[in-house]
């Protein structure tokens, strides 16, 4: 899929709260490296570097519009074109650091374990968030608006119904691994301002998956399906604005 940058930071502030919350729980004092696997426009490293300025960080994507801009923005940081599911390091990093990226990896769980087990220094830490928010309106919207419509057979075997597991399933992957292991999920309410801001929100994320996989009349169609659907399951407040709770799961793991 491709990315367009400029439409998945129009909500820059509310995708920065977890990418804060996250690195505020990993340990690791005084990295020499850090990589920001999944690191898209770059915006993160300001946060990073501000953390650690001692650290080399290297971000690593695939997508070519989000490192151009990554580049742009942010000439201290080094950026590496690369699929993370398959990227390995010159030498192991003392923090791996990932927001909202490796759910886009089918089996991304057994790549979470490979990363801790060979992408990190022994004592390092693996930092992982990724949203867990796909049984709501949102994203459950997507899923209706794909089997409703004659565009069903093109983009159902796209579909992934639970991209993420339970807080549990990793915890279960993790726990005999780790010297330290804390995962949790937390709920943002979001309140998010213009017209139908919740659709806005995805287009910039995972609906554009889809979207990508249709052309002209009939991805038009498309997204006005499910920005109707998606506008009825969240209505503005009496003020204008939409409240917009999102759920994502936190892993930061510390390798033996
Ligand atoms: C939702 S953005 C997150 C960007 C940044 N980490 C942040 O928190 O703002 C997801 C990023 O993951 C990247 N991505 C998804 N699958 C990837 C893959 N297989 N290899 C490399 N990057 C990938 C996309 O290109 C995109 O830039």
Redesign the pocket.
């Known amino acids: 899929m491709s990315?367009d940058p400029a439409q998945?930071l129009r909500f820059a502030g509310e995708?920065m709260r977890p990418?804060v919350d996250l690195l505020a729980r990993i340990g690791t004092v005084s990295p020499a490296s850090v990589v920001?696997l999944?690191?898209?426009?770059g915006?993160?490293a300001p946060l990073l570097l501000a953390r650690w300025p001692q650290a080399r960080l290297t971000g690593?994507?695939?997508?070519p519009e989000?490192l151009a801009r990554a580049r742009t923005d942010h000439p201290g940081a080094f950026f590496e074109l690369?699929?993370?599911?398959a990227?390995r390091p010159h030498v192991p990093a003392d923090v791996v650091y990932?927001?909202?990226?490796l759910h886009?990896?089918v089996g991304h769980e057994q790549r979470i374990v490979q990363l801790l087990e060979e992408a990190v220094t022994p004592g390092g830490t693996l930092a992982v968030q990724m949203p867990r928010n796909f049984a709501a309106p949102s994203h459950a919207c997507i899923v209706e608006a794909i089997e409703q419509g004659p565009w069903r057979a093109k983009l159902e075997p796209h579909l992934r119904r639970e991209p993420v597991a339970p807080p549990a399933a990793y915890w279960r992957l993790l726990e005999g691994r780790t010297a330290e292991l804390q995962i949790w999920e937390t709920e943002y309410l979001q309140v998010l301002v213009g017209e139908n801001p919740v659709a806005e929100y995805t287009k910039g994320?995972w609906l554009k998956q889809f979207l990508d996989r249709l052309e002209g009349a009939e991805r038009t169609a498309f997204e006005a399906d499910y920005r109707r659907r998606v506008l009825a399951a969240y209505p503005p407040e009496a003020d204008g604005r939409t409240l917009f709770p999102f759920r994502r799961l936190f892993i930061v793991a510390r390798r033996r």
């Open positions: 990315w998945y995708r990418a920001d999944g690191c898209g426009a915006n993160l690593v994507d695939s997508s989000m690369a699929d993370i599911g990227w990932s927001n909202a990226a886009w990896l994320s």
